[in-house]
């Protein structure tokens, strides 16, 4: 709630200074897929939709509930169940391809920007001075491992269980050497390390995480980093990128650690107007502080040099927004 206070105020002072932007003639409805109450990317739907309502025809309307996720998003467009969604790079490129997450093509995903931000599979085991190895944590550190992940489902059980398959601890490997995987939500998670009944867990994070931040501040962590060899094969089978998670994000993290990375973007579907998704990308790029304001995690974006890259979108961009970029000039 503060942080949704904090963006409320900085949105009201940047969007009364900002440049206006062009606008589609007619009021439209749209509805933001996002994440949970208390996540990043809920407060990104609501910063989003707070500078679109400032800037579309009087009488739109914008709703950003509290729904949706990693996976969830792409199919929430797709389905028309939402005009808007938040989604990472590397799932954009599972939905259109049909793997891993999806049962099939999601034919409708389209991109609207993206490199909103800098997301890292963390890797965080239990008690100090762990690994810091990957490897050397499950081989010998923990070959018993218990292993905890996010429900089944979500991406940060899918982001898990690839590394670990990759590491050669996939929940068969795990169970034969006396282990086991659990699936469940951040608070049975959470409670799990300090009762000493896990020893590994893994999520997709951003810097200043919640739930891996009160881990790090109320207990004995260590995140682990995974090898080159591991890094590589995220990157070639299932098109993660390779990003750095600075010493200092977390309470006792001294080392910079090497991680599979993605970042967010704006979806929408093919059946959007061109000039609708032309609007909503002029909109938040012309008033990009106002956006930024919502979440520290958003200081990095840039349309200029982030939003219409292909690396950042994992998905083909619309067509109102490629229009959008090339009348600027960045593509």
Known sequence: ?????TATAALALALATAPAAAQTAKPVELRIASFNVGSSWFVYGVTLAEVLRGKLPQGSKVDAPPLGGGTANPQLV???KADI??????????AVKGTFAFDKPQGKVRTLMGGLDDYYLGIV?????R?????EFLDKQKPDTRIMLL???SFGSFAGQQILD???SGEKEVAARGGRYDFADFPVIQAAFPAGTADLFIQVITRGHPAVTEMAETGNVTLLEPSQKVLAAMTEKFGWSVDTLPKGSFHGQTRDLTLPGTTTAIIASSDMTDDLAYTIVKTVCENQDAFKAGHKALSGFDCATKAWKADNLGAPLHPGAARYYRERGWM
């Open 125 to 129: 085991a239990n008690g100090k001075d």
């Open 131 to 135: 690994g810091p190895d990957l490897n």
């Open 1 to 5: 709630m503060k942080l949704a206070l």
């Open 85 to 94: 969604g938040l989604s990472f790079a590397v799932v954009n490129a599972w």
């Open 166 to 168: 990759v590491a050669g």
């Open 78 to 80: 797709e389905r028309g």
């Open 151 to 153: 429900k089944k489902g």
